[in-house]
Protein backbone atom coordinates (compact mmCIF):
# COMPACT_ATOMS: atom_id res chain seq x y z
CA UNK A 1 0.00 0.00 0.00
CA UNK A 2 1.49 3.26 -1.34
CA UNK A 3 0.29 6.12 1.31
CA UNK A 4 1.06 9.93 0.47
CA UNK A 5 3.10 12.09 2.79
CA UNK A 6 0.77 14.77 3.08
CA UNK A 7 3.56 17.64 3.48
CA UNK A 8 4.16 20.27 1.59
CA UNK A 9 7.70 19.97 -0.39
CA UNK A 10 9.35 22.80 -2.02
CA UNK A 11 9.61 22.92 -6.23
CA UNK A 12 6.59 20.71 -6.93
CA UNK A 13 7.61 17.71 -5.38
CA UNK A 14 5.48 14.77 -4.21
CA UNK A 15 6.54 11.80 -2.17
CA UNK A 16 4.59 8.65 -1.27
CA UNK A 17 6.23 5.89 1.05
CA UNK A 18 5.17 2.21 0.46
CA UNK A 19 3.54 0.65 4.10
CA UNK A 20 5.63 -2.98 3.57
CA UNK A 21 5.68 -3.01 7.21
CA UNK A 22 2.16 -3.53 6.95
CA UNK A 23 2.57 -6.90 4.80
CA UNK A 24 2.32 -9.07 7.78
CA UNK A 25 2.13 -8.35 12.00
CA UNK A 26 5.69 -9.90 12.85
CA UNK A 27 7.20 -10.78 9.53
CA UNK A 28 7.05 -7.26 8.52
CA UNK A 29 8.49 -5.37 5.53
CA UNK A 30 12.08 -6.81 3.78
CA UNK A 31 12.44 -9.78 6.64
CA UNK A 32 8.82 -11.16 4.75
CA UNK A 33 10.38 -10.85 1.37
CA UNK A 34 13.35 -12.06 2.20
CA UNK A 35 12.34 -14.84 3.80
CA UNK A 36 9.68 -16.02 1.47
CA UNK A 37 11.79 -18.29 -1.15
CA UNK A 38 13.76 -18.92 1.67
CA UNK A 39 11.38 -20.54 3.40
CA UNK A 40 10.13 -22.25 0.06
CA UNK A 41 13.42 -23.83 -0.61
CA UNK A 42 13.90 -24.98 3.03
CA UNK A 43 10.49 -27.04 2.33
CA UNK A 44 12.17 -28.13 -0.74
CA UNK A 45 15.02 -29.40 0.70
CA UNK A 46 13.06 -31.26 3.44
CA UNK A 47 14.86 -29.25 6.02
CA UNK A 48 13.20 -29.42 9.22
CA UNK A 49 15.98 -26.59 11.05
CA UNK A 50 16.47 -23.30 10.35
CA UNK A 51 19.84 -21.58 11.38
CA UNK A 52 20.53 -17.87 11.18
CA UNK A 53 22.57 -14.65 12.80
CA UNK A 54 21.75 -11.63 14.79
CA UNK A 55 22.31 -9.06 17.66
CA UNK A 56 20.41 -8.27 19.95
CA UNK A 57 17.67 -6.66 18.64
CA UNK A 58 17.50 -8.19 15.34
CA UNK A 59 14.71 -7.54 12.77
CA UNK A 60 15.38 -10.65 11.48
CA UNK A 61 16.16 -12.90 14.39
CA UNK A 62 12.61 -12.03 15.75
CA UNK A 63 11.35 -12.64 11.79
CA UNK A 64 12.90 -16.32 11.34
CA UNK A 65 12.00 -17.30 14.67
CA UNK A 66 7.93 -16.48 13.87
CA UNK A 67 8.21 -17.25 10.33
CA UNK A 68 9.92 -20.56 11.70
CA UNK A 69 6.74 -21.17 13.80
CA UNK A 70 4.36 -20.30 11.36
CA UNK A 71 5.45 -22.88 9.08
CA UNK A 72 7.06 -25.77 11.27
CA UNK A 73 10.48 -25.29 11.27
CA UNK A 74 12.68 -25.69 14.33
CA UNK A 75 14.81 -21.95 14.95
CA UNK A 76 18.23 -21.82 15.72
CA UNK A 77 19.37 -18.34 16.59
CA UNK A 78 23.25 -17.50 16.76
CA UNK A 79 23.63 -14.29 18.75
CA UNK A 80 26.41 -11.81 18.72
CA UNK A 81 27.16 -11.40 22.61
CA UNK A 82 27.99 -13.94 25.15
CA UNK A 83 26.49 -11.58 28.00
CA UNK A 84 23.31 -11.34 26.11
CA UNK A 85 22.83 -15.23 27.78
CA UNK A 86 21.37 -14.21 30.75
CA UNK A 87 19.49 -11.27 29.75
CA UNK A 88 16.76 -12.47 27.71
CA UNK A 89 14.04 -11.73 29.29
CA UNK A 90 15.70 -8.09 29.62
CA UNK A 91 15.24 -8.01 25.74
CA UNK A 92 11.84 -7.49 23.89
CA UNK A 93 13.72 -9.38 20.36
CA UNK A 94 15.35 -11.94 22.09
CA UNK A 95 12.13 -13.01 24.54
CA UNK A 96 9.70 -12.50 21.31
CA UNK A 97 11.86 -15.30 19.42
CA UNK A 98 12.34 -17.49 22.28
CA UNK A 99 8.34 -17.48 22.82
CA UNK A 100 8.27 -18.27 19.26
CA UNK A 101 10.65 -22.01 20.10
CA UNK A 102 13.83 -20.37 18.91
CA UNK A 103 17.30 -21.91 20.72
CA UNK A 104 20.04 -19.56 20.53
CA UNK A 105 23.20 -20.42 20.37
CA UNK A 106 25.75 -17.33 22.03
CA UNK A 107 29.05 -16.70 21.02
CA UNK A 108 31.38 -13.21 21.41
CA UNK A 109 31.92 -10.67 18.99
CA UNK A 110 35.35 -12.22 17.69
CA UNK A 111 33.85 -15.59 17.00
CA UNK A 112 30.88 -14.04 15.50
CA UNK A 113 32.76 -12.85 12.52
CA UNK A 114 33.35 -16.10 11.73
CA UNK A 115 29.84 -16.55 10.81
CA UNK A 116 31.05 -17.11 6.96
CA UNK A 117 33.73 -19.16 7.72
CA UNK A 118 33.19 -22.69 6.99
CA UNK A 119 34.90 -24.40 9.10
CA UNK A 120 32.25 -22.38 11.86
CA UNK A 121 29.67 -23.18 9.94
CA UNK A 122 30.93 -26.75 10.30
CA UNK A 123 31.27 -26.77 14.32
CA UNK A 124 27.26 -25.49 14.28
CA UNK A 125 26.03 -28.24 12.47
CA UNK A 126 28.19 -30.73 14.31
CA UNK A 127 26.62 -29.21 17.46
CA UNK A 128 23.24 -28.63 15.95
CA UNK A 129 22.51 -31.12 13.31
CA UNK A 130 21.59 -30.45 9.35
CA UNK A 131 19.98 -27.24 9.30
CA UNK A 132 18.81 -24.82 6.58
CA UNK A 133 21.37 -21.45 6.82
CA UNK A 134 19.78 -18.52 6.58
CA UNK A 135 22.43 -15.51 6.17
CA UNK A 136 23.18 -12.77 8.75
CA UNK A 137 19.97 -10.14 7.23
CA UNK A 138 19.15 -12.51 5.57
CA UNK A 139 20.52 -11.72 1.85
CA UNK A 140 20.96 -14.32 -0.42
CA UNK A 141 20.02 -15.05 -3.96
CA UNK A 142 16.63 -16.19 -3.05
CA UNK A 143 16.10 -12.96 -0.76
CA UNK A 144 16.47 -10.55 -3.51
CA UNK A 145 14.20 -12.45 -5.47
CA UNK A 146 11.54 -11.96 -2.64
CA UNK A 147 12.47 -8.37 -2.64
CA UNK A 148 11.76 -7.91 -6.42
CA UNK A 149 8.54 -8.12 -5.80
CA UNK A 150 8.12 -4.89 -3.22
CA UNK A 151 7.79 -2.82 -6.32
CA UNK A 152 4.40 -3.37 -8.60
CA UNK A 153 3.17 -1.58 -12.19
CA UNK A 154 1.64 1.16 -10.54
CA UNK A 155 5.10 2.20 -9.24
CA UNK A 156 6.36 2.71 -12.21
CA UNK A 157 5.33 6.61 -12.07
CA UNK A 158 8.10 7.55 -9.52
CA UNK A 159 11.33 8.74 -10.70
CA UNK A 160 12.50 8.08 -7.48
CA UNK A 161 12.22 5.02 -5.42
CA UNK A 162 14.63 5.01 -2.03
CA UNK A 163 15.09 2.50 0.85
CA UNK A 164 17.53 2.10 3.99
CA UNK A 165 19.93 -0.26 3.27
CA UNK A 166 21.62 -2.67 5.94
CA UNK A 167 23.01 -5.67 4.36
CA UNK A 168 21.74 -4.45 0.64
CA UNK A 169 19.20 -7.14 -0.30
CA UNK A 170 16.54 -4.94 -0.23
CA UNK A 171 17.90 -2.06 -2.66
CA UNK A 172 19.27 -5.14 -5.36
CA UNK A 173 16.08 -6.12 -5.18
CA UNK A 174 14.45 -2.47 -6.02
CA UNK A 175 17.48 -2.06 -8.55
CA UNK A 176 16.55 -5.22 -10.45
CA UNK A 177 12.96 -4.43 -10.66
CA UNK A 178 12.81 -0.80 -11.50
CA UNK A 179 12.88 1.23 -14.85
CA UNK A 180 15.61 3.35 -16.74
CA UNK A 181 13.57 5.78 -15.98
CA UNK A 182 14.09 5.56 -12.74
CA UNK A 183 16.68 6.07 -9.98
CA UNK A 184 17.18 4.11 -6.54
CA UNK A 185 18.91 5.59 -3.89
CA UNK A 186 19.83 3.97 -0.80
CA UNK A 187 20.32 4.81 2.78
CA UNK A 188 23.03 2.90 4.60
CA UNK A 189 22.73 2.22 8.58
CA UNK A 190 26.25 1.52 8.54
CA UNK A 191 28.95 3.74 8.08
CA UNK A 192 31.52 3.44 5.07
CA UNK A 193 31.13 2.33 1.38
CA UNK A 194 31.58 -1.16 1.68
CA UNK A 195 28.25 -2.32 0.38
CA UNK A 196 29.04 -0.60 -3.12
CA UNK A 197 30.75 -4.11 -3.96
CA UNK A 198 28.65 -6.41 -2.04
CA UNK A 199 25.09 -5.27 -4.16
CA UNK A 200 27.15 -4.84 -7.45
CA UNK A 201 27.35 -8.50 -7.72
CA UNK A 202 23.28 -9.02 -7.14
CA UNK A 203 22.90 -6.17 -9.73
CA UNK A 204 23.27 -5.25 -13.34
CA UNK A 205 21.52 -2.00 -13.95
CA UNK A 206 23.08 1.07 -13.35
CA UNK A 207 20.52 3.24 -12.13
CA UNK A 208 21.24 3.66 -8.10
CA UNK A 209 23.61 5.63 -5.89
CA UNK A 210 23.77 4.79 -2.13
CA UNK A 211 23.76 8.40 0.17
CA UNK A 212 26.23 8.08 3.22
CA UNK A 213 25.62 11.03 5.20
CA UNK A 214 22.76 9.60 7.27
CA UNK A 215 23.60 6.98 9.54
CA UNK A 216 23.69 9.13 12.58
CA UNK A 217 26.99 7.76 13.97
CA UNK A 218 26.44 3.85 12.92
CA UNK A 219 24.43 0.80 13.06
CA UNK A 220 22.67 1.22 16.14
CA UNK A 221 23.26 4.76 17.00
CA UNK A 222 20.05 6.59 17.77
CA UNK A 223 21.04 10.64 19.16
CA UNK A 224 18.27 13.14 20.45
CA UNK A 225 17.43 14.42 17.27
CA UNK A 226 16.33 11.41 15.59
CA UNK A 227 14.07 10.49 17.94
CA UNK A 228 12.69 13.68 17.90
CA UNK A 229 12.47 13.74 14.02
CA UNK A 230 10.39 10.33 13.96
CA UNK A 231 8.05 11.65 17.18
CA UNK A 232 7.19 15.12 14.79
CA UNK A 233 6.65 12.72 12.15
CA UNK A 234 4.45 10.20 13.53
CA UNK A 235 2.37 12.91 14.36
CA UNK A 236 2.11 14.93 11.81
CA UNK A 237 2.21 11.71 8.98
CA UNK A 238 0.56 8.67 11.77
CA UNK A 239 3.03 6.42 10.14
CA UNK A 240 5.46 5.51 12.67
CA UNK A 241 9.21 4.77 11.70
CA UNK A 242 12.04 2.61 13.13
CA UNK A 243 15.22 4.16 14.42
CA UNK A 244 17.76 2.01 13.15
CA UNK A 245 16.49 1.71 9.25
CA UNK A 246 13.55 3.58 7.76
CA UNK A 247 13.74 7.00 9.81
CA UNK A 248 17.26 7.41 8.68
CA UNK A 249 16.05 7.35 5.18
CA UNK A 250 13.09 9.36 5.59
CA UNK A 251 15.44 11.96 7.39
CA UNK A 252 17.74 12.41 5.10
CA UNK A 253 15.18 11.91 2.29
CA UNK A 254 13.57 15.53 3.62
CA UNK A 255 16.66 16.98 4.25
CA UNK A 256 18.31 16.68 0.73
CA UNK A 257 14.73 17.88 -0.72
CA UNK A 258 15.54 21.13 1.13
CA UNK A 259 18.95 21.16 -0.05
CA UNK A 260 17.33 21.19 -3.75
CA UNK A 261 18.88 17.05 -4.50
CA UNK A 262 15.75 16.41 -6.43
CA UNK A 263 14.36 18.30 -9.64
CA UNK A 264 10.94 19.98 -9.88
CA UNK A 265 8.56 17.98 -10.34
CA UNK A 266 9.73 15.08 -8.94
CA UNK A 267 7.47 11.77 -7.50
CA UNK A 268 9.59 10.20 -5.16
CA UNK A 269 8.77 6.54 -3.72
CA UNK A 270 9.89 5.63 0.21
CA UNK A 271 10.13 1.91 0.88
CA UNK A 272 9.34 1.37 4.65
CA UNK A 273 11.21 -1.73 5.33
CA UNK A 274 9.41 -2.46 9.29
CA UNK A 275 11.57 -2.99 12.31
CA UNK A 276 9.12 -1.21 14.54
CA UNK A 277 9.43 -4.43 16.81
CA UNK A 278 12.81 -3.15 17.75
CA UNK A 279 11.38 0.21 19.01
CA UNK A 280 11.37 -1.37 22.35
CA UNK A 281 14.50 -2.25 22.99
CA UNK A 282 15.59 1.21 21.55
CA UNK A 283 13.47 3.15 24.54
CA UNK A 284 14.97 0.20 26.79
CA UNK A 285 18.43 1.80 25.94
CA UNK A 286 16.78 5.31 25.67
CA UNK A 287 15.76 4.96 29.53
CA UNK A 288 18.94 4.09 30.69
CA UNK A 289 20.58 6.63 29.10
CA UNK A 290 17.53 9.39 30.24
CA UNK A 291 17.28 10.27 26.68
CA UNK A 292 14.00 11.04 25.15
CA UNK A 293 11.70 8.39 23.81
CA UNK A 294 10.44 7.33 20.46
CA UNK A 295 6.61 8.20 20.99
CA UNK A 296 4.60 6.10 18.45
CA UNK A 297 1.93 3.61 19.12
CA UNK A 298 1.73 0.77 16.11
Known amino acids: MNQSINIAFPNNISVSIKRDDLIHPFVSGNKFRKLKYNLLQAKEENA ?3 LTFGGAYSNHIAAVAFAGKEHGFKTIGVIRGEELASKIEENPTLKFA ?11 RELYRLKD ?35 DESDTEFNYVCCAVGTGGTI ?4 NSTGDHQKILGFPALKGDFLQNEISTFVKNKNWELILDYHFGGYGKVIPELVDFINDFYLETKIPLDP ?13 IEKNYFPENSKILLIHTGGLQGVAGMNAKLKNKKLPLIQIHD
Open 172 to 175: SGLI
Open 98 to 108: QECGMQFEFVS
Open 244 to 256: IYTAKMVFGIIDL
Open 48 to 50: KTL
Open 117 to 151: DPDFVTDLKQKWGEMYLIPEGGTNSLAIKGCEEIL
